[in-house]
């Protein structure tokens, strides 16, 4: 098991740039696939990035280019970098945990963070 807490959400402008982070307890995330997933008012929740056991990384066609997910197994940590933000990137960001395999399907995830509100004025 493992408890997740995300963090950095804020408003920020069209073009803009945020890093969300990701603190865990319990369990080390070396163990898991680590996800974010973001969902936006009145859409499903969907999958933005992972990060695998294996180091790989999976993202969402929507960001490729513009997120880059990392993850600091010391500081028991995942991140999203977001570059050239936009307001279709608005929502309410999420971290996950799974064991393996991997998936960017958020049904597939019963380890869930709180949530951080990412906002993109245009």
């Known amino acids: 098991q493992v408890q997740l807490v995300e963090s950095g959400g804020e408003s920020v402008q069209s073009g803009g740039s945020l890093r969300l982070s990701c603190g865990a307890s319990?369990?080390?995330?070396?163990?898991?696939?680590m996800g974010w997933f973001r969902q936006a008012p009145g859409k499903e929740r969907e999958g933005v990035a992972n990060f695998d056991t294996d180091n790989t990384t999976t993202y969402a066609d929507s960001v490729k280019g513009r997120f880059t997910i990392s993850q600091d197994n010391a500081k028991s940590t995942v991140y999203l970098q977001m570059n050239s933000l936009k307001p279709e990137d608005t929502a309410m960001y999420y971290c996950?945990?799974?064991?393996?395999?991997?998936?960017?399907?958020?049904?597939?995830?019963?380890?869930w963070g709180q949530g951080t509100q990412v906002t993109v004025s245009s």
């Open positions: 996950a945990a799974k064991s393996l395999p991997c998936s960017l399907d958020s049904s597939a995830y019963n380890n």
């Open positions: 319990g369990d080390p995330i070396s163990y898991y696939c």
